[in-house]
């Protein structure tokens, strides 16, 4: 977690994009290759599934690197549903919502947590969450390639 206006080291900032960027245009590029290599069903599109974060849409103080990352990742999945046809290919950026999780933890070490509380109304129960993003995927009418989808964007069963 950093604020802009505190001295930010590349050698913090590498790793991350590297991580999260970089290594995102190899995997996909391959596994885009191998869907069309093995496009055997053409009634049933191939589907990416990026667990995106509020984060791509939102700024959050202290999480200049994170936000920037995920804003990223979602921009790389939007292109790609652009340049491949949603009968063959479909592009999900799912956000999952605020769940407690190990990265929670790490945030609450290293900041004051009480500004992020703030922030987030209550956690998402991850196996709903699951349950949500396991519906989209059953039924991929139910967004467009390249869509960013919010789990409180789902009505409640």
């Keep these: 977690a950093e604020y802009m206006g505190e001295e930010i080291s590349s050698s913090r900032v590498i790793p991350d994009i590297h991580t999260n960027i970089t290594s995102l245009f190899s995997l996909n590029s391959k596994f885009i290759s191998l869907c069309k290599e093995i496009n055997n069903n053409p009634h049933i599109p191939h589907l990416i599934i990026q667990i995106s974060s509020l984060a791509a ?3 959050f103080k202290r999480w200049s690197v994170y936000c920037a990352v995920k804003s990223a990742r979602d921009m790389i999945h939007c292109v790609i549903s652009q340049e491949n046809d949603p009968k063959f290919l479909k592009v999900l950026n799912y956000a999952p919502g605020p769940m407690d999780t190990q990265m929670f933890e790490r945030i609450k070490e290293s900041e004051n947590i009480s500004e992020k509380k703030n922030e987030i109304d ?36």
């Design 57 to 59: 849409i939102k700024p």
């Design 122 to 157: 209550h956690f998402v129960d991850t196996n709903e969450s699951a349950k949500r993003l396991v519906e989209l995927i059953l039924n991929p009418n139910l967004f467009n390639s390249g869509d960013h989808i919010d789990f409180f964007d789902l009505g409640k069963k």
